[in-house]
């Protein structure tokens, strides 16, 4: 008996030990934690990474022939020209899928897209098509009123007209353009201009110039006349009522808050532990970071030449007269008002 | 009888220490299960980034150095903003002639060689902080692989003015090798993922590590630089900047794998390093911590359970012994009131529930690596072995406060192969 409480004991002192022995053993987890070592940060990472995985994919279907040439992200421009067949192909990508390759004799779609899409030329899309796989046109992209779109990357520039819903991400090497009511999921980034209207949503703009205004410009062309200060520290809140210039990056510990139709220039960063509200006539040669939200209405941040980014964890509203160099993120809502 | 009275007062000193770590672990836990999570500034994009200059201190490096600089080599940092300054300290393998290849090739790799002088980390990081003209500075160990983007990472959290380090995640990346590393893999999951970014939410004291972390140069010049005296020069960085109204900020992607020791001897030594070094820092600036008008109370809180977490230990190891005495003694009737049971109830709950067991659960469940909880029960091994290290690197310093001895850099052996 004494003999089966003994065993009995060091059963029950040893049991908990068990999965660790088994894991040592077996080594069913034993890998280092995954660090991407190629990671660099680029806010159209989707786009190109999309072109890359198709391109090779395609890869065994291109034939040089003097035909079409095609864009610089081509990954096997070989400095001749080439053009690539027309068809369906089933290739890999991610996983196995089929590639619909087409030119400009296919360039309106009407039904849904249930295949993954190359298109060699610009491409309509028309009002209410679902594409439930991703596109790729080597053209322009008009994408009609009450489209839903998985993905798409353009060469071109890309037109969203009214209420139309992106589920993942959008990518154009030119300009994009959005109507009124979209939903523009996670992340729309262009390599030039992106002009998006009222009562859309957003999570990632990235753009050399991201504005809600109809007439670039507007915002920015009083003169200051008012003194310059200096804020690199602010326990509080910080709400300025009059034009200023502010030299130098700022921390705020509360919420900032710019209300006034005098010209007020930043130059230099913003970081907000509250809420960032600037509205009215002001410049802002600097990011914008808040731990909550960012409303912004007649505000200019950054320069053509001088991209920025605008980061609020919990929500982003951007009504009009807003013009943004470079990048925009929330983890909550981005809406244009 | 008076010794009597003051071992059991201890014992209940022992269970209210434990209690007050369990809350702080469990605080962590449930803020990075359940609370809100801060966001760090790495995702700010912008074209323009603080030059910085990139130190390695190195004493005979020759298995690692080459593999670090072909890393650095590839950062996506502008080149025109950025140099490279391994430093040679007092090496007698081949190093020296590795930087000098290299240097040879890339002009912004600048190596400081380092002969007849103090030897040791904070000494190398002084003489580069005078021949550096960069606004940051960003620190790497020789045996470190810092990823392509990483620079940038931490580059743009310099642009809040009140930071004035940066700290990043570190990810052993000799994880499988054996039952050691994957212990040591675990528990630097714990202490990134849960108890940096904890702090870093909390906005209590993330703590700038010496290594895949960065300092404004002109700043630490203020300071006064770093005191060779010191075995953590990191720790005693933080500590000066938060006394002086500057923040660190915990970059939790800003990841970089590491190598951690293979062998126990080596990693007994490197507890026992920290602790001391550690401890070197707590005497110093506990009472100037206590008394900062710059520091808030959240932040003096945090700070005093940090300053004393490598004396813990000690503590810990003299209680055991104090309630074996106890027992032997026939003296272990101290449940004389409610109070005293409901303290000694939640003591024995506190070591039941082990509270740093369900932070590196957690960190393990966050990073994805759901298995590897499997191993949680050799922490109590590991427990114990830190405790015994820990306690002598705690006498260490308290030899070290007594005599005003020097201190001896040793550096921490490395066990790679080939890459």
């Not at chain 2, 024995?348 to 990073?367: E, R, T, V």
Request: charged content about 25%; some cysteine.
């Amino acid at each position: 008996m004494i003999i089966f409480f003994v065993l009995l004991f060091a059963l029950m002192v040893l049991l908990p030990f068990f999965p660790a022995v088994y894991e040592i053993y077996k080594r069913e987890d034993a890998d280092k934690l995954f660090v991407n070592m190629d990671y660099s940060k680029d806010p159209r990472y989707f786009g190109k990474s999309f072109r890359r995985i198709i391109l090779n994919a395609l890869k065994s279907n291109v034939n040089y022939s003097g035909a079409v040439r095609f864009s610089e992200f081509d990954l096997f421009l070989t400095g001749k020209n080439y053009y690539l067949t027309n068809g369906s192909f089933e290739r890999k990508m991610s996983k196995a899928e089929i590639i619909e390759v087409q030119d400009e004799k296919n360039n309106v779609i009407e039904n849904p897209v249930n295949c993954v899409l190359f298109h060699k030329r610009n491409l309509i899309i028309k009002d209410s098509v679902k594409c439930n796989k991703e596109i790729y046109a080597m053209g322009s992209v008009d994408i009609g009123k009450g489209c839903r779109i998985l993905s798409l990357a353009s060469d071109g520039n890309i037109v969203v007209r009214q209420e139309s819903k992106l589920i993942r991400w959008l990518d154009a090497e030119g300009n994009i353009s959005i109507l009124e009511n979209c939903d523009l999921g996670i992340s729309v980034a262009a390599g030039k201009k992106i002009n998006i209207e009222k009562g859309c949503s957003f999570k990632r703009l990235y753009g050399s110039t991201i504005s809600t205004d109809k007439t670039i410009g507007n915002a920015v062309r009083q003169k200051l006349k008012a003194g310059e200060q200096k804020f690199s520290y602010v326990a509080g809140n910080l709400e300025i009522k009059k034009g200023v210039k502010i030299k130098g990056n700022m921390k705020i510990n509360g919420n900032f808050i710019v209300n006034t139709k005098e010209r007020v220039e930043i130059y230099g960063s913003v970081f907000a532990e509250g809420y960032v509200d600037i509205a009215g006539n002001a410049f802002v040669d600097g990011s914008i970071f808040s731990q909550k939200s960012i409303c912004l209405k007649g505000v200019e941040v950054g320069k053509v030449d001088s991209i920025r980014s605008i980061i609020g964890k919990k929500e982003i509203l951007l009504y009009e007269d807003v013009i943004v160099h470079g990048y925009i993120l929330t983890e909550g809502i981005g809406l244009t008002k | 009888m008076v010794i009597l009275i003051f071992l059991k007062a201890y014992i209940v000193f022992i269970v209210i220490l434990t209690i007050i770590y369990m809350v702080r672990h469990f605080v962590f836990t449930i803020n990075r299960l359940c609370g809100e999570q801060r966001m760090c500034y790495q995702d700010i994009v912008q074209s323009d980034y603080p030059t910085i200059s990139v130190v390695v201190p190195m004493h005979n490096e020759e298995k690692v150095a080459a593999n670090i600089l072909d890393l650095l080599i590839k950062l996506d940092y502008p080149k025109d903003k950025m140099d490279i300054i391994p430093i040679n300290d007092h090496s007698t393998d081949n190093t020296k002639q590795i930087l000098d290849k290299y240097a040879e090739k890339y002009s912004y790799i600048k190596p400081l060689h380092r002969y007849n002088m103090k030897r040791g980390k904070p000494a190398a990081l002084n003489d580069a902080l005078e021949i550096s003209d960069k606004s940051i500075m960003v620190i790497f160990d020789a045996d470190y692989l810092p990823p392509k983007g990483i620079l940038k990472e931490m580059a743009v959290c310099f642009e809040n003015p009140e930071v004035g380090a940066v700290m990043g995640r570190v990810v052993p990346v000799n994880t499988s090798k054996n039952i050691l590393t994957r212990i040591l893999d675990i528990e630097r999951s714990g202490g990134y993922q849960i108890d940096q970014q904890a702090r870093y939410n909390l906005l209590l004291i993330p703590q700038y590590g010496g290594t895949v972390g960065g300092f404004k140069r002109e700043l630490c010049i203020q300071l006064g630089k770093f005191d060779p005296r010191f075995l953590t020069e990191d720790t005693d960085l933080t500590f000066r900047l938060y006394l002086n109204g500057w923040k660190v900020v915990y970059a939790n992607r800003a990841e970089c794998y590491e190598e951690v020791p293979e062998v126990w001897s080596v990693r007994a030594r490197q507890m026992r390093r920290w602790a001391r070094g550690h401890n070197q820092v707590m005497f110093r600036y506990l009472l100037p911590l206590l008394t900062s008008k710059k520091v808030s109370l959240r932040e003096k809180i945090d700070g005093t359970l940090l300053l004393f977490v490598y004396s813990v230990p000690f503590f810990l190891l003299l209680g055991i012994i104090v309630s074996l005495t106890l027992f032997f003694l026939g003296e272990t009737q101290i449940f004389t009131n409610f109070a005293l049971i409901s303290i000694f109830t939640a003591g024995c709950s506190a070591f039941g529930n082990y509270a740093p067991f369900n932070q590196i659960g957690l960190a393990c469940f966050l990073d994805g690596s759901t298995y590897r909880i499997r191993l949680l029960p050799l922490l109590v091994f590991n427990f114990y072995f830190n405790m015994y290290c820990a306690s002598l690197g705690f006498l260490d310093s308290i030899i070290d406060l007594l005599t005003g001895r020097a201190t001896l850099w040793a550096k921490t052996e490395r066990f790679r192969e080939k890459m």
